[in-house]
C-alpha cells in the first residue's frame, strides 16, 4: 500500500490552491481501483460509480474526471476525501478540505517539499489569528496553519521544490515570511509588553495601577532582580575564575624588566611627534611606573584633560580603570583641585569674564564668534543650608544681585507678618551664552531664589548684557521659556508696545537690536498641556483630550477587526495618560502634536 499524506486547504482558499494541494509528492500509477467519499458515502474500490457533475480533479500527470453517462475514467490510485463539499457546474467549495494524495514509493524520484515557515516564534501567531492569516483589508486568505507539517504556508506555496533549490522554502513563502510574519511578530511582543502593566517592560505608572495589579508588578520586578543579581554573580565568578587561571603576578624583578622594555622603546616613542598624545600618554606611564610614591607624581595637562573626561563619562569605569593597575591614572582627589580650580561664586564675576574670553579665542570662524544669543532658565534644587568651609559662609539664601537684594529686604521690612529673613532657595536661575556660529556653550552666571519676577528679571538681564557688550560680544538674542514672568520682563523694555519681541542695546555704539524668543519646544509643551486640559479648536470645531484616549485604544487594535495593525506606531500609553515627569517631556508633546496625528484625527472624524 502506498503511504498517504494529508493536507488542509482553508475556507476561502482559491481554486489554484486546491488544486496545487492535489499535486504535491505525488507520483502517479495507473491503477482500476479509486475510492471516493463523499458525504459520508463510501464507494468499494473496485468499478466505482462517482456522483458528480463534470468534477475534475487534477494530479501531476493525470486526471479524475466523468462523463455526461455518470461513468468513471480509468485514474489512478487516489484517494480524496471531502466533508462538506458542495459541487456546482465547474466550481466547488468546502470548509475544509482534506486531499489525502499517496506518496510516492520508495524507488522513485522524490522533490523536496517546502517547509514553509516551521519556526517556533511564528507558533504564538498561529493561536492568534486562529489558523487563518488575512490580508490587510480582512477579505482575503493570505497563509495557513498546515496541521501535517506544523508549519505556515502561503495559499499560493508551491509545495514541490526542485532538486536543484538551495533553500529549504519556496520563493513564496520566504516573501511572507521576511515582509508579513516577522513584522506581525514584533508587532505582538510590542502589543503584548504594553497592554500588560505588570510586566517589568511597561511603562505604565504605578498611580494607574490597582492594588493587585501594584503587588504583581512589584512581584516581577523582585523576581527580575534576583535573577540579574544571580547573573551578576555568576559572571563574577568566573571572571575570578578565569583571572586566577591565566593572570600572572609581576613581581619585583618582572617589573624591573618591564621598565628596561619601555626605556628601551622610549627613543623610538620619542622619535614621533612631541605634541601627539600618545606619546605623552606613553612617556608618562612610564614616568608613573619609575616612582615608588604614586603622590610624587606630576601630570601633564593633556593628561589632566583626558582623565578629566573619562570621569565625566562615567566616574565608575574611571575608578575601575585605576584601581586595576593596568595604567596609572591621577586620582579623584587630583581631578577635583582641577575642577574646582575658580572658586564657584553666585551672580556675576570678573573670573568668569576672562574665561569666557579664553573660550571665545578658540572658537572658529574669529570673526563671527562673538555673536551670540543669551538662554536662561529655571531649575529646582534642594532647599537647604550648607556650611562652606572656605569662606565661613552660609549658602543656600536667595541670592539675585544687590539692587535686587536690597528691594528684597525693604520689602520684608514692612511685611506685617514679621519674617524679615532672606528666603532659602529653591530654584537656581541660570545664564548662558551660546554661539549663533559656532558651537560655544558657557554658563555665565547662576543664581539662587526662591521665586523670580518679570521685575527682578529685567535688572539682571540688563547687566549681563552690559558686561557682555563691554568684553567685545555682540548680543544678537534672548531665549528662554514661554513662563508668565519671562513674558513680564519682555514687556517691561516697552510699555507703549503690545507684545514685544525686540529691544535695542542701549550699551552698544549703534543700539543694535536683541530679539526675544520663546523656546519652541515649550510651545509645543504648552499647546499639548492646554489641549490635555481643555479643549483645542480647530477651523471653527472643538477637539478634546477624550478623542485622543479614543483614538489610542482604537490605534491599539484592540477594538478593530484587524488587531496588531496600528495608524500612528508612535502613540503610547505615556502619550495619552500623562503625570507630572510625562509633561516635562518634550518628544511626547511633539509627537501627539505632529502631522501624522492630524491625519489619523481627520480619518477618525
Same mark, same amino acid.
Given at each position: ?35 471516493? #467519499? +463523499? !458525504? @459520508? &458515502? ?10 458528480? *457533475?463534470?468534477?475534475? %480533479?487534477? /494530479? ?32 466547488? #467549495? +468546502? !470548509? @475544509? &478540505? ?10 522513485? *524520484?522524490?522533490?523536496? %517539499?517546502? /517547509? ?311 530654584v537656581m536661575l541660570v545664564f548662558m551664552v551660546r554661539g549663533l556660529f559656532t558651537s560655544m556653550k558657557f554658563t555665565y552666571a547662576q543664581f539662587p531664589a526662591a521665586s523670580t519676577k518679570g521685575a527682578q528679571l529685567f535688572p539682571l538681564f540688563r547687566t549681563l548684557v ?140
Open positions: 500500500m502506498p503511504r498517504k499524506f494529508r493536507c488542509y486547504v482553508p475556507k476561502g482558499a482559491s481554486r489554484k490552491a486546491t488544486e496545487s494541494a492535489a499535486k504535491f509528492e505525488c507520483t502517479a500509477k495507473l491503477s482500476n481501483d479509486v475510492a471516493v #467519499q +463523499a !458525504d @459520508e &458515502l463510501i464507494t468499494p474500490t473496485s468499478e466505482a460509480v462517482v456522483q458528480t *457533475d463534470k468534477l475534475i %480533479i487534477q /494530479t501531476n500527470e493525470i486526471a479524475v474526471q466523468t462523463d455526461d453517462n455518470q461513468q468513471p475514467l480509468i485514474t489512478t490510485d487516489v484517494a480524496v476525501q471531502t466533508d462538506k463539499m458542495v459541487v456546482a457546474e465547474g466550481s466547488s #467549495q +468546502a !470548509d @475544509e &478540505l482534506h486531499v489525502d494524495v499517496a506518496a510516492p514509493d520508495d524507488d522513485g *524520484d522524490c522533490e523536496n %517539499i517546502c /517547509t514553509g515557515n516551521n519556526d517556533e516564534k511564528f507558533f504564538p501567531l498561529i493561536q492568534k489569528h486562529r489558523g487563518i492569516f488575512k490580508n490587510s483589508k480582512g477579505t482575503g486568505i493570505m497563509a495557513y496553519y498546515d496541521q501535517r507539517y506544523n508549519t505556515i504556508r502561503h495559499v499560493n506555496c508551491s509545495f514541490q521544490l526542485p532538486l536543484s533549490t538551495s533553500g529549504s522554502r519556496c520563493s513564496v513563502c520566504r516573501t511572507f515570511r521576511d515582509n508579513i510574519l516577522r513584522s506581525a511578530l514584533t508587532r505582538m511582543l510590542k502589543e503584548s509588553t504594553a497592554e500588560d502593566p505588570c510586566s517589568t517592560s511597561s511603562h505604565v505608572n504605578f498611580r494607574y495601577l490597582n492594588t493587585p495589579e501594584k503587588l504583581e508588578r512589584m512581584r516581577n520586578l523582585s523576581k527580575l532582580v534576583r535573577v540579574q543579581h544571580k547573573q551578576l554573580s555568576d559572571l563574577r565568578k568566573k571572571l575570578e575564575i578565569h583571572v586566577e587561571a591565566n593572570s600572572i603576578r609581576v613581581d619585583e624583578s618582572t617589573h624591573h624588566d618591564l621598565l628596561q622594555i619601555m626605556e628601551s622603546n622610549d627613543a623610538q616613542q620619542m622619535a614621533g611627534s612631541d605634541e601627539s598624545f600618545s606619546t605623552i600618554f606613553w612617556q608618562q606611564q612610564l614616568k608613573a611606573a619609575k616612582l615608588k610614591n604614586s603622590k610624587q607624581m606630576r601630570w601633564h595637562p593633556a593628561m589632566i584633560r583626558w582623565c578629566l573626561y573619562l570621569n565625566h563619562r562615567s566616574s565608575g569605569c574611571y575608578s575601575t580603570l585605576r584601581n586595576s593597575g593596568v595604567i596609572k591614572l591621577p586620582s579623584q582627589r587630583t581631578l577635583s583641585d582641577y575642577r574646582h580650580s575658580s572658586p564657584s561664586v553666585t551672580g556675576f564675576s570678573v573670573a568668569t569674564d576672562l574665561q569666557l574670553l579664553e573660550a571665545l579665542k578658540n572658537q572658529k570662524p574669529a570673526h563671527l564668534a562673538k555673536y551670540v544669543s543669551v538662554i536662561f532658565d529655571e531649575m529646582y534644587i534642594k532647599e537647604g543650608l550648607v556650611f562652606e568651609k572656605y569662606s565661613g559662609a552660609l549658602v543656600g539664601y536667595q541670592d539675585l544681585g544687590e539692587i535686587n537684594n536690597i528691594l528684597g529686604d525693604a520689602e520684608r521690612q514692612f511685611n506685617e507678618s514679621g519674617n524679615r529673613c532672606r528666603p532659602l532657595a529653591k552690559c558686561r557682555l557688550t563691554r568684553l567685545g560680544i555682540n548680543v544678537v538674542a534672548a531665549t528662554c521659556d514661554g513662563a508668565s514672568d519671562n513674558r513680564m520682563m519682555f514687556s517691561l523694555h516697552d510699555h507703549k508696545m503690545k507684545g514685544v519681541y525686540k529691544t535695542s542695546n542701549v550699551y552698544s555704539k549703534h543700539g543694535n537690536p536683541i530679539f526675544f524668543i520663546s523656546d519652541p519646544p515649550h510651545l509645543i509643551k504648552t499647546i499639548r498641556n492646554c489641549f490635555q486640559r481643555g479643549k483645542l479648536w480647530c477651523n471653527g470645531s472643538a477637539i478634546d483630550w477624550k478623542l485622543i484616549i479614543e483614538l489610542y485604544h482604537r490605534n491599539t487594535g484592540a477594538q478593530t477587526a484587524t488587531p496588531g495593525l496600528s495608524l500612528v506606531p508612535k502613540l503610547k500609553y505615556e502619550h495619552v495618560y500623562l503625570t507630572s515627569f510625562s509633561k516635562m517631556r518634550v518628544d511626547l508633546a511633539a509627537q501627539v502634536c505632529a502631522f501624522s496625528m492630524l491625519l489619523f484625527v481627520d480619518l477618525y472624524m
